[in-house]
């Protein structure tokens, strides 16, 4: 069984600032990892996600992600935020290789942005 | 392609009655997944079907909860004798088989009173 801790739940940032949302992770598997991002009024939609090969994922929008196996983390990063990047943010895992790539959620992370 | 469907998007119902929620996956994915998000929490695994083959449950998934999806395409969620804490926003997903990404619905949000 694999759990994710997202340690803040919410996390207010100024505009144009940087922002690291944190994500571990418990499992005695090899896992893959995914962040999940939730506009409001909106489903989920997949932000990056680290399978295997390099460690350092990013997305479209300037959002990246480093997997840590020592630290078992997976922690989203961006350099410098924007009033669209606020949103729910939910990190997961999967067990690899398992098939069924059924996800683990962490709890979330609510980013406000303030101009 | 519209992406995963789901409705209806709010239910209130009365506790102990009976409900039913329809999930259309994107088309020619083969696998749908249901999770369940409660308030406060992460969405957690229900479900999944591969085709018409129920492949999973989880133990959140007790006897009240049942799920189908007949011929491999859409797909109904149906809770019976509902009761309070029931009250969630349910999540349909869908995707390849042989793909980790899941494309996920906007959710049913159920509220029992």
């Known amino acids: 069984a694999q759990s994710v801790t997202q340690l803040d739940s919410q996390v207010p940032v100024f505009e144009e600032a940087p922002v690291e949302l944190r994500c571990n992770y418990s499992s005695s598997v090899s896992v893959y990892l995914f962040w999940y991002v939730q506009y409001p009024n909106q489903g989920l939609q997949l932000l990056l996600k680290y399978l295997s090969g390099s460690t350092l994922v990013e997305s479209i929008n300037g959002f990246e992600a480093e997997f840590n196996k020592s630290q078992t983390s997976f922690h989203l990063r961006k350099p410098s935020v924007h009033i669209s990047d606020t949103a729910e943010y939910f990190c997961?895992?999967?067990?690899?290789?398992?098939?069924?790539?059924?996800?683990?959620f962490g709890k979330g992370t609510k980013l406000s942005v303030i101009p | 392609d519209t992406g995963v469907s789901q409705d209806p998007r709010h239910k209130i119902t009365k506790r102990g009655q009976n409900v039913t929620f329809r999930c259309d996956p994107i088309s020619e994915h083969n696998r749908l997944y249901w999770y369940r998000q409660t308030l406060g929490q992460g969405p957690e695994f229900l479900t999944y079907?591969?085709?018409?083959?129920?492949?999973?449950k989880s133990r959140l998934l007790s006897d009240r909860f049942s799920a189908e999806r007949p011929k491999g395409s859409f797909s109904t969620l149906e809770i019976q004798r509902t009761e309070q804490g029931d009250s969630a926003m349910y999540l349909c997903?869908?995707?390849?088989?042989?793909?980790?990404?899941?494309?996920f619905g906007q959710g049913t949000r159920l509220t029992v009173v």
């Open positions: 079907f591969q085709n018409e083959a129920q492949l999973e």
């Open positions: 997903a869908s995707s390849f088989p042989d793909r980790t990404e899941a494309f």
């Open positions: 997961a895992v999967s067990e690899a290789g398992a098939g069924s790539y059924q996800l683990t």
